[in-house]
């Protein structure tokens, strides 16, 4: 199943829906980090109408999501500018992500600054050197090039071009939670042999109210600032085909190793 069919297939349930992971957007044991972003996005925008644009999200993956999943909502305050919706997705185990979603009307403001350049990896990859991940993991759902551009200096870096296989009809926001988490944390770059790594909180920031891209490509940055003790923090950034960006983000990474 696609992205629009997985968001097409919530039941209704007493305090909630319910839906159902596919095998194919899991990454080992849990869904894909990026996929249960987007559920529990989805359910926040059904569970108020005129919603401004999505501008936040402060995620916490707090345990394995597998099967058929719980996802609830509360509405924690809504003004006259932004609403903030929580958002709790529980599985068999238990809690195993909870979410707020800040949405925010744009503002008149005199301040207009950016200081997040796009890197510079060139053009998207031609058809015909693109590839997708084996069909029992999550990257089966994505288009890429083989390379991730580790950094030139030798930094704990990643950075692709990347776009989901299958994406027609779904929403900017739904499709930038999507994206926002496909590459591997950077601090893998760093290990001497695989172990594993789990997302612990992921912090994002919207910085464009209507994102557009060309041919569904979005350029993927990952960045280790410091990795110490069983923990990374790392930066994550999200740019449009002709440079624009469109998320910032933070995430706190488990490097069990």
Do not use: C
């Amino acid at each position: 199943m696609n992205l629009q069919q997985i968001l097409a297939s919530f039941a209704p349930a007493a305090d909630g829906h319910t839906v159902a992971i596919p095998s194919t957007w899991m990454q080992g044991r849990t869904a894909y980090g990026g996929l249960s972003a987007a559920l529990g996005l989805h359910a926040a925008q059904q569970s108020e109408d005129d919603l401004p644009p999505l501008r936040s999200a402060q995620i916490s993956f707090i345990g394995p999501l597998a099967g058929e999943v719980t996802i609830t909502t509360k509405l924690l305050r809504r003004g006259r500018t932004a609403a903030f919706i929580q958002s709790d997705i529980h599985s068999e185990k238990g809690l195993g992500l909870r979410a707020i979603y800040v949405f925010m009307q744009a503002l008149d403001s005199e301040v207009d600054y950016a200081h997040h350049d796009a890197p510079d990896i060139g053009p998207p990859p031609p058809n015909d050197e693109l590839r997708s991940g084996p069909p029992e993991f999550f990257t089966y759902n994505f288009e890429y090039r083989e390379s991730r551009h580790p950094d030139a200096e030798g930094k704990p870096r990643f950075t692709r071009w990347m776009r989901l296989r299958e994406r027609e009809g779904l929403d900017p926001m739904i499709e930038l939670m999507a994206m926002g988490d496909a590459l591997p944390p950077a601090a893998v770059a760093l290990q001497s042999r695989g172990a594993p790594v789990s997302s612990i909180t992921w912090f994002a920031n919207v910085l464009e109210p209507k994102p557009v891209t060309e041919n569904g490509w979005w350029i993927v940055q990952t960045d280790s600032d410091m990795a110490r003790h069983g923990n990374s923090s790392q930066y994550n950034g999200l740019w449009a085909s002709d440079g624009t960006p469109v998320l910032a983000g933070m995430q706190s990474v488990a490097l069990f190793s």
